[in-house]
């Protein structure tokens, strides 16, 4: 069975910082992939980057990055220059049939 | 709109009354999924469509949960008899084809519908 792990409950950062959201998860499978999401106070859960398995670059979206350790089965996001309306729920997601997904990381972004 | 939209946002309903869901996936959207979220964590899965076939119903909770997508678009939730460890906020998403492709796994999420189960 796959599992999704998050290990952070809550993580702040201040505003234009860093932060590093950090995600495992266990397969016996090859080819899948993964996702983070993001769902703001409003619950509306939105994509924040995706990564194919079989790809070994890292993805990149804008401030969005992720450092995917296939081996080590880990998953982690960066966010830099962090934003005020960066301030949400951000859940690490499987896929090979089904979605699985991680409890979440609650990030607070502090001006 | 062009995104998911789910009905009723909010639902109240009594213990033991009967209630239904829906999902107005993106158009065009092979792929449908249904999950539960409770408070405080993840999206749990309960069941897939590839257009009107229900491919995965191995996440329903109980046979109070069941889920339908007759013509392969809209799709119901409906859960018989509620109790109150139904409620959560049910999520529903959508996605371009079934695998395979640049964008075919990605998952386009609806508002939600918040159930409180009285």
């Known amino acids: 069975a796959q599992t999704v792990t998050q290990s952070q409950p809550e993580m702040s950062v201040q505003e234009a910082e860093t932060v590093t959201l950090s995600c495992t998860y266990d397969?016996?499978?090859?080819?899948?992939?993964l996702f983070w999401y993001k769902q703001p106070p409003s619950r509306q859960m939105i994509l924040v980057i995706r990564q194919e398995a079989y790809k070994q670059q890292n993805a990149t979206e804008n401030r969005f990055s992720v450092n995917f350790q296939k081996a080590a089965k880990s998953f982690s996001l960066k966010i830099s220059d962090s934003q005020l309306g960066d301030t949400a729920m951000y859940f690490c997601a499987f896929i090979l049939n089904d979605m699985r997904f991680g409890a979440g990381t609650r990030l607070t972004v502090k001006p | 709109g062009a995104g998911v939209s789910q009905s009723p946002r909010y639902k109240v309903a009594k213990r033991g009354q009967d209630v239904a869901l829906r999902c107005d996936p993106i158009?065009?959207?092979?792929?449908l999924f249904w999950y539960q979220q409770a408070l405080g964590q993840g999206p749990e899965f309960l069941t897939y469509?590839?257009?009107?076939?229900?491919?995965?119903k191995s996440g329903l909770p109980s046979d109070r949960f069941f889920a339908e997508r007759p013509e392969g678009s809209v799709s119901t939730l409906k859960i018989q008899r509620t109790q109150q460890e139904d409620s959560a906020v049910y999520l529903c998403a959508s996605s371009l084809v079934a695998s395979g492709g640049p964008d075919g796994e990605t998952q386009y999420f609806g508002p939600g519908t918040r159930l409180l189960v009285l």
């Open positions: 469509f590839q257009n009107e076939a229900q491919l995965d």
């Open positions: 158009s065009g959207h092979v792929s």
């Open positions: 397969t016996s499978e090859n080819n899948y992939y």
